[in-house]
């Protein structure tokens, strides 16, 4: 078990939505340096913004098409 940790971490990158970083992102960093020492806090984390095809935000329930 103690290998399995090793290999994983510190995470090199956390992703996750904008609109989540008061949440997934925010949880995920105070859990982490609360825990676990330094050398083994995430490295980087992103927020992605929305999708766009054609310059258009791309729907999530039509994902060949963009939104209205």
């Known amino acids: 078990m ?10 090199d990158l956390r992703c996750s939505r904008k ?3 008061t949440n997934h992102l925010t949880f ?3 859990n982490h ?3 676990l020492p330094k ?6 984390m992103r927020a992605n ?3 766009m095809l054609n310059s258009n935000k ?4 039509t ?3 963009s939104c209205p």
Do not use: M, N
Not at 39 to 44: C, I, V
Not at 58 to 61: E, L, M, Q, S
């Open 33 to 35: 340096t609360a825990v």
């Open 49 to 51: 913004g929305h999708l």
């Open 63 to 65: 994902p060949a098409t």
């Open 2 to 11: 103690r290998h399995e940790f090793e290999f994983s971490y510190p995470i």
């Open 58 to 61: 791309k729907c999530r329930k």
């Open 19 to 21: 609109d989540q970083i």
């Open 28 to 30: 995920c960093l105070f």
């Open 39 to 44: 050398d083994k806090w995430p490295r980087s």
